[in-house]
């Protein structure tokens, strides 16, 4: 059975001809991406082609040189501060780091946004940090700092107060790195689970091909600052092209060469061999 | 023509730094009517700004009153003075040394610990992390750290010189033998409350705005890498030094210039 998307047939994001610079480097290069509402949308890419980048033009936190970021209709650089925080409000962001409040105890981590959106009383602020910690799994690990969580734990209480506010969209910069198997097992397993149950968009950058393709609806696969393939998860995981090849089966060259822009290795010995540099025997 | 191109580029470089330190300062002061809504926010700055600065300042005030109480006795004993011994150790504590020390002191404890402290958050993306939370982490984070810097000082400042006045009277009177009475009288008569301890408040309360500036700009600027926040608190410590030195030096001139 395929997934359903929400009621509205109009993608909850739509990129268009973005384009985005560091210095002289095109990180994006007109890039067209649709992310549909409810479903799971997998942006892949190698290591260094921005998709944590592309995250922070969706959230607002960089500005494209060109092209637009539409979420939920609103261009999102357009957006004074009030309606832009406004927005936010309505997505989560997983960061790759957790990035947990390291004062203050994980419940306290969760509470945060409602305690600075919301005037709930504190029972049902209590009872829904609760609610959304059992989500998780992390119930138990309430009173806990952030120091004293693994790297899987963090990321499930950071994955519990991306969520406590309800939002429509939940942005993951890559879930999966770093993650033991059992943790890693337990996040492919809530992602799914959260999206389906609450409706979510979810948008997951990740290198991690297997994890990312199994709970994909729809994937983007970029390289070099364009998009080089995008469609439903079956279709990008079986096509052709050499370049998605090269990414979806880990070959080590390909279309993505294996060496780094460089001379020739002879001109480069032969060079190094009559000249020697100038810091030659300076040690650290 | 290559030398004085990097001269450019560093002379560019510097003024963007100096107009986001601008900018960053504007941020921070459009945060303080949340802060008035959330005055636990700053009570908790203000422990760790002002309260945990303490020690150093009450130990560091007490020996340099100490010292003073020393050098002062030896060089006015000269000439027959000694009795004016308090008044020279206050008005340097209360006029100079006060805020100057304080400053520094500050700058090396307090200012480095903000710098550290913003700088790591940067680099675990705790910021980027209250953004995405629609929380502005200016207004939240830097805004009461800034505040807490600036009431702390002034009252540190003002510990400090009192500690180094007791300092001074317990080497002046208590081990070298100047007149009790002479001491906190003459003092009572000669400083002023104008002249000599609004000044040193209105330089500890500028040098508490600069060093807490330079301390979170440095923390929010930095490159976010173990490097980064080091080079940062470094930077901290040595523009918070130079700022307060030549800035003592221009209120000293405005101040008590003919």
Known sequence: ?284 | MEPLARLGRIGIASLERLGRGHLLLLHIFSGITDLITRPRLLVAQLHSVGVLSMLIITVSGLFVGMVLGLQGFYILSQFGAEETLGVMVAASLVRELGPVVTALLFAGRAGSALTAEIGLMKATEQLSGLEMMAVDPIKRILTPRFMAGLLSMPLLAAMFSAIGVIGGHFVGVGLLGVDEGAYWSQMQAKIDLHEDIYNGVIKSIVFGFVCTWIALFQGHDCVPTSEGVSRATTRTVVHSALAILCLDFVLTALMFGE
């Open chain 1, 1 to 284: 059975m395929s997934p359903q998307p929400d009621d509205s047939n109009e993608p909850l994001v739509k990129i268009r001809g973005l384009r985005f610079y560091r210095g002289e480097r095109a990180i994006f290069d007109g890039v067209d991406i649709d992310i549909p509402r409810g479903l799971i949308t997998a942006i892949m890419g190698p290591s260094g082609t921005g998709k944590t980048t592309l995250l922070k033009l969706i959230g607002g936190q960089l500005r494209p040189d060109a092209g637009t970021v539409h979420v939920d209709g609103q261009d999102v650089h357009k957006l004074n501060n009030k309606d832009l925080y406004r927005l936010r409000m309505r997505m989560g962001m997983l960061f790759q780091s957790g990035a947990l409040l390291t004062d203050i105890s994980v419940f306290e981590n969760v509470a945060y946004p409602l305690r600075e959106h919301t005037r709930l009383p504190e029972s049902i602020i209590r009872k829904l940090v609760l609610m959304k910690l059992e989500a998780v799994g992390l119930r138990g690990a309430r009173d806990l700092m952030p120091s004293e969580l693994s790297g899987g734990m963090a990321r499930r209480a950071a994955l519990a107060r991306a969520i406590v506010l309800d939002p429509k969209m939940i942005m993951y910069d890559e879930p999966f790195t770093g993650q033991d198997p059992i943790s890693m097992g337990v996040l492919v397993q809530l992602i799914p689970r959260l999206s389906k149950a609450s409706r979510l968009t979810s948008i997951v950058v990740s290198h991690d091909v297997a994890e990312t393709a199994g709970i994909a609806d729809i994937i983007y696969v970029i390289s070099n600052g364009k998009v080089i393939a995008g469609g439903p998860s079956e279709q990008v995981a079986n096509s052709d092209s050499p370049w998605v090849r090269q990414f979806m089966d880990g070959l080590a060259d390909g279309p993505v060469p294996f060496h780094f822009p460089a001379p020739p290795l002879e001109a480069d010995i032969l060079e190094n061999a009559t000249q020697p540099p100038a810091d030659a025997g300076a040690t650290l």
